[in-house]
């Protein structure tokens, strides 16, 4: 059974950091392209990073150069390193898993994680 | 600001048929496939529909979605009142390098 899990969230200061991991299993995150998405309280969803299983990445203009995204395929994680937080990017974050037929149609998503950045 | 729009709400009785529209450019659903995914209150969105009208496994037919130039559909047939949800439409864009969701629509089963 496919299943991914992300936790790493929580309360941060404004240009603070927080590295928002999620554990898969049932697959492999090297197989499949991997996406974050977030979604603020009440808003709808964005777009915010996605590993290609080449490695090639891509970021939303949002956070890039702040967001990093990664992948340990020893551990079968999938990371977020989030750098100069903004109040902007309280959301919560899911990640999710492309199908193989088409890497950015997200068919396993994960329960996903608060993060509140607030002084 | 998303790039995909979509009607804030849709609504209609159990067993009527309701449209959601979503409305892009050339450089998204113009170029690359849609997809649809729903979202039931205080939980994960689920994909819906791929590749503008291909239902993964366990979605029922009464899901079916189409495509025209720059502009896709998701209609929902034979509405049940499990129906009621936020959907939202996506596509990749060439001009962004990025994913981009729709605004999203609240479907209300009245």
């Known amino acids: 059974e496919v299943q991914l899990v992300e936790t790493g969230g929580g309360l941060i200061q404004p240009r603070g950091s927080l590295r928002l991991s999620c554990a898969a299993s049932g697959f492999s995150v090297s197989s499949n392209y991997m996406t974050w998405v977030r979604q603020a309280p009440g808003k709808g969803l964005e777009w915010v990073s996605t590993?290609?299983?080449?490695?090639?990445?891509y970021y939303a203009d949002t956070v890039r150069g702040r967001f990093t995204i990664s992948r340990d395929n020893s551990r079968n994680t999938l990371s977020l390193q989030m750098n100069s937080l903004r109040a902007e990017d309280s959301a919560v974050y899911y990640c999710?898993?492309?199908?193989?037929?088409?890497?950015?149609?997200?068919?396993?998503w994960g329960q996903g994680t608060m993060v509140t950045v607030s002084s | 600001q998303s790039v995909l729009t979509q009607p804030s709400s849709a609504s209609g009785t159990p067993g009527q048929r309701v449209t959601i529209s979503c409305s892009g450019s050339r450089s998204n659903i113009g170029s690359n496939t849609v997809n649809w995914y729903h979202q039931l209150p205080g939980t994960a969105p689920q994909l819906l529909l791929y590749?503008?009208?291909q239902r993964p496994s366990g979605v029922p037919d009464r899901f079916s979605g189409s495509k025209s130039d720059t502009s896709a559909s998701l209609a929902i047939s034979g509405l049940q009142s499990e129906d009621e949800a936020d959907y939202y439409c996506a596509a990749w864009d060439d001009s962004l390098n990025g994913y981009v969701f729709g605004t999203g629509t609240k479907v209300t089963v009245l």
């Open positions: 590993k290609r299983d080449d490695g090639t990445t």
């Open positions: 590749s503008d009208n």
């Open positions: 999710a898993r492309g199908t193989i037929v088409d890497g950015h149609a997200l068919d396993s």
